[in-house]
């Protein structure tokens, strides 16, 4: 069947910013002054729309008219892998989609700035699990102590858990996407050769959101090559073996076990938190792991938490301010600095809307309207170093930089 319309309209994109906007077709219709059954065709790949009808439908959900007719990063079937979320229910459908369509976003701010910067290599253990029942708890803690090794961070307190992961060659986002219980998703990248990981910035908890980022970190060792299920057992079998890498890579068990009096207090936790950078809910779970208290004691210090700080924050969750990734933001600053491109033409590149790109790579609203001094911010960047940026003594995480294709 012709398709008439616009030439090269790419249907799938019309799917996806549908998830990214959270909108339904009888919605998006009203909004662009069409039937619904137009957008279904549209959708379906059996009508393009015509060029004052691709303007419309671009102005109202923000985003080029050249951006439909854009083809994807991925080549043909080299999709994202199906991400892991961390709640199975099916009422959170329209939020999973909104996610994975961020996600794809991301991949292709990456993708795009692949074309002028190496990114640092990928630097993660290899596993090779076709079903999470192949996975022993002894095989997690010995893929988070090899994580540790890779990444030269030795067994104490990692300072700074985000710095460490893009500094393994992964793309880290952090941004408010109003669905706080979804704390995060991961997937890899068959187009940029590496993994993504979208956390949600909607509770400012730094260390529920270190704990989270961790998670995921599990799930893209662990869970790499097992095929994602909606079977409820197995979603929580492989939801349980990413905390238990999270608890075993924050709090590695010769180091953390040393430094524990059993039976702790909650006030122990507490001093426990601080230096670990691991909320004391987490901290009483890996006890548990460790056989360092049985199911009768953690469930007594958990009532013990509950009864006296309740059951959903701590003392001291506001002393943390949750960790910023860098690499996006950095490597726009370097193109910026460097005169490769101009400011307002980095969205064009990309093809999505400013405001989008601002949020995917965590730089200041307003970034590419000129509100921000640009070169200032660069310019302080390479003359002094961030007080964030220091690993704490014994971690040898190194700031990364950028650096320009040859």
Known sequence: MSRGGVQGFQKDRLSQILAARRLTQVQLA??????????SKWRAGTQAPERDALERLAGVVNVTPEWFTRAFTRAPGAKLSLPL???????????RAMLEARLEWAQDVAAALMEYVDYPDVNLPSR???????????????????????WRLGRSAIQDLALAVEGAGVIVVREETGIAQIEGLSAWSEALGRPLILLSADKNNGYRSRFDLAHE????????????????????????????????????AETFASEVRVPPTLDDLLLLKRRWGVSA?????????????NEDGALMLFKRRSARWGAKSEPGDEDRRPEQPRL??????????????PLDAIPRHIGLAAGDVEALAGLPEGYFQGKTNVVEFA??????????????????VVPFRPVFKS
């Open 217 to 252: 970190v599990g799930h893209l060792i662990l869970h790499r090559h097992i095929q994602r299920t909606t079977d409820n057992a197995r979603h929580k079998m492989m939801e349980a073996q990413a905390h238990r890498f999270a608890g075993a890579f924050l709090l590695p």
């Open 281 to 293: 809910a987490a901290i009483i779970m890996r006890l548990k792991a460790l056989e360092m208290l």
């Open 128 to 150: 090779d699990y076709t079903e999470p029942e192949q996975i022993t708890n002894e095989d997690i803690e010995k893929a988070a102590c090899e994580c540790r090794d890779l």
């Open 30 to 39: 009203s909004m662009v002054d069409v039937s619904p059954a137009t957008i």
């Open 85 to 95: 979320f961390r709640s199975n229910a099916s009422v959170h459908v329209a939020a």
């Open 379 to 396: 310019r302080l960047k390479a003359t002094q170093k961030p007080v964030d940026d220091q690993p704490a003594q014994g971690n040898k």
């Open 328 to 341: 996006l933001r950095r490597t726009i600053d370097l193109l910026v600095e460097e005169k490769v491109m």
